[in-house]
């Protein structure tokens, strides 16, 4: 199925037409873009934007419309108020979502008439955030009771066939007002990028709408999108990642391949690595570009004279070398794996004739609060050792503590680069 997308163009790659593209594609429908303005933007800033004449969007409209069968619309930005009558005009027998845009997320103006936007608002599902459904209601918005009557006013003096007010300004609630009943979604709170939720959340919801869903199910599923979104975001936009799913599915494929591989490769040091296995065991975790951690469930562990995996290599099967890994790659992010090993002296001795960066931490200067909070030993004792050493730690040791036996952990830039170091540092005389 196809759905129609009318809105404007993000030159920063992070919102807009772009976004709605990918959303609508990553979701398995077929977009329609029609472009309606053209900002001149970064990350950064908002610099103007250009509105296209209202024949051309109108004629944009009917193109497409006389050809593929259009279950829903999604409208954003709009640029001037003679477009918005016309794209109201030329949808209104559609299902429409509209997102009405007021400003950018760093108060750019982005409509020449704030009052236009309201002709189509009647008959629409409308996705306002807190600024938006403030400007729309005319209500100032503090909390849920709030939100709730803003968007009771919008539907019943605006004609909106639903209002979906977006909580992300108060505390991640999002709230449907459709058919006289309030539905509420609570929000996870992701520490990432933010910027193009608006879009990738309106036109998420068009494309569940053309799938069929209901409503209140089409909110509830547009709204965990959008949070994956921001979860696996992209650093050069600084902007939600739509194609997360896609993304995420092949760089786990290719992260467990390369680690199996690795894992492989480490068996048949297995003699030589038997010694050195902690009496905890020894584990290998490496990440994918997105951040997630795959590593040997179960371990590897002593086997009579050499060393096997207990289980296979799966996702989060590590808890201790994931945070770990995740810590240090806050300051390096080239780093993606990571293998522990039993402590002694003859190892860090060899590592630093090898000429690796060695650095450490002591568990017994762990601060109090830090031994309170749950698991927070092991970031603190990586933020230790990074700050301590003079470039990138290739190897950290600990010398335990009571109860706490004590580790080596070496990282690399992949799982072949661990596995050659742990190779040469086990090697009776390296050079």
């Given at each position: 199925?196809?759905v129609?997308?009318?809105?404007?163009?993000d030159?920063?790659?992070?919102?807009?037409?772009k976004?709605?593209?990918?959303?609508?594609?990553?979701?398995g429908?077929?977009?329609l873009p029609v472009?309606?303005?053209?900002?001149?933007?970064?990350?950064?800033?908002?610099?103007?934007y250009?509105?296209l004449?209202a024949?051309v969007?109108?004629?944009?409209?009917?193109?497409?419309?006389?050809?593929?069968?259009?279950?829903a619309?999604?409208?954003?930005?709009l640029g001037?108020?003679?477009?918005?009558?016309?794209?109201?005009?030329?949808?209104e027998?559609?299902?429409?979502v509209?997102d009405?845009v007021?400003?950018?997320?760093?108060?750019?103006?982005?409509?020449?008439?704030?009052?236009?936007?309201?002709v189509?608002?009647?008959?629409?599902?409308?996705t306002?955030?807190?600024?938006?459904?403030?400007?729309l209601?005319?209500?100032?918005i503090?909390?849920?009771?709030?939100?709730?009557e803003?968007a009771k006013?919008?539907?019943?003096?605006l004609?909106?066939?639903?209002?979906?007010?977006?909580?992300?300004h108060?505390?991640?609630?999002?709230?449907?007002?459709?058919?006289?009943?309030?539905f509420?979604?609570?929000?996870r709170?992701?520490?990432s990028f933010?910027h193009?939720?608006?879009?990738?959340?309106?036109?998420?919801?068009?494309?569940?709408?053309t799938?069929?869903?209901?409503?209140?199910?089409a909110?509830?599923?547009?709204?965990?999108?959008?949070?994956n979104?921001?979860r696996?975001?992209k650093?050069?936009a600084?902007?939600?990642?739509?194609?997360?799913?896609?993304?995420?599915?092949a760089?786990?494929f290719?992260a467990?391949?390369?680690?199996?591989?690795?894992?492989?490769?480490?068996?048949?040091?297995g003699?030589?690595?038997n010694p050195?296995?902690?009496?905890v065991?020894?584990?290998?975790?490496?990440?994918?570009?997105?951040?997630?951690?795959?590593?040997?469930?179960?371990?590897?562990v002593r086997?009579e004279?050499?060393?096997?995996?207990?289980?296979?290599?799966e996702?989060?099967?590590?808890d201790?070398?994931?945070?770990?890994?995740?810590?240090?790659?806050?300051?390096?992010?080239e780093?993606?794996?990571?293998?522990?090993?039993?402590?002694?002296?003859g190892l860090?001795?060899r590592a630093?004739?090898?000429g690796?960066?060695?650095?450490f931490?002591?568990?017994?200067?762990?601060?109090?609060?830090?031994?309170?909070?749950?698991?927070?030993?092991?970031?603190?004792g990586?933020?230790t050792?990074?700050?301590?050493?003079e470039?990138?730690?290739?190897?950290?040791?600990?010398?335990?503590d009571?109860?706490?036996e004590?580790?080596v952990?070496?990282?690399?830039?992949?799982a072949?680069?661990?596995?050659?170091?742990?190779?040469?540092l086990?090697s009776?005389?390296?050079r």
């Amino acid at each position: 199925m196809a759905v129609l997308i009318v809105a404007g163009l993000d030159t920063g790659g992070g919102a807009g037409l772009k976004a709605d593209i990918e959303t609508v594609s990553a979701l398995g429908e077929h977009p329609l873009p029609v472009l309606t303005s053209v900002t001149y933007q970064n990350p950064e800033k908002v610099s103007g934007y250009f509105s296209l004449p209202a024949e051309v969007v109108r004629e944009e409209i009917r193109a497409v419309r006389g050809h593929f069968d259009i279950k829903a619309v999604k409208v954003g930005m709009l640029g001037s108020g003679e477009i918005a009558k016309v794209v109201a005009k030329e949808t209104e027998d559609l299902k429409r979502v509209f997102d009405p845009v007021m400003a950018s997320s760093t108060g750019e103006r982005l409509i020449d008439d704030l009052e236009s936007l309201k002709v189509l608002v009647k008959g629409s599902i409308v996705t306002p955030n807190v600024p938006e459904a403030e400007a729309l209601s005319g209500l100032k918005i503090h909390s849920l009771e709030d939100m709730k009557e803003s968007a009771k006013a919008i539907a019943e003096e605006l004609g909106a066939e639903a209002v979906i007010v977006k909580g992300g300004h108060l505390d991640l609630t999002d709230l449907l007002h459709w058919n006289g009943e309030f539905f509420e979604f609570k929000g996870r709170k992701v520490d990432s990028f933010t910027h193009g939720t608006g879009c990738a959340f309106s036109s998420a919801l068009a494309a569940f709408l053309t799938k069929g869903l209901e409503l209140p199910k089409a909110v509830e599923r547009a709204k965990r999108f959008v949070e994956n979104s921001i979860r696996f975001s992209k650093a050069e936009a600084r902007a939600v990642n739509p194609l997360w799913e896609l993304q995420r599915d092949a760089h786990r494929f290719r992260a467990r391949e390369e680690l199996e591989k690795a894992v492989e490769e480490l068996v048949k040091l297995g003699e030589r690595l038997n010694p050195h296995v902690p009496e905890v065991g020894t584990n290998f975790a490496l990440t994918t570009p997105l951040g997630e951690v795959f590593a040997v469930k179960g371990r590897i562990v002593r086997y009579e004279k050499t060393i096997k995996p207990v289980g296979p290599v799966e996702l989060n099967a590590s808890d201790h070398l994931r945070r770990a890994l995740l810590k240090m790659r806050e300051f390096y992010p080239e780093v993606r794996a990571v293998l522990n090993l039993r402590y002694s002296e003859g190892l860090i001795e060899r590592a630093k004739k090898l000429g690796l960066a060695v650095s450490f931490y002591n568990r017994r200067e762990e601060p109090e609060d830090v031994k309170r909070a749950e698991r927070g030993t092991m970031e603190w004792g990586i933020e230790t050792a990074v700050r301590r050493a003079e470039k990138r730690p290739d190897v950290i040791y600990h010398l335990g503590d009571w109860g706490k036996e004590p580790m080596v952990l070496v990282f690399g830039r992949d799982a072949r680069e661990v596995v050659e170091r742990v190779r040469v540092l086990l090697s009776p005389s390296p050079r």
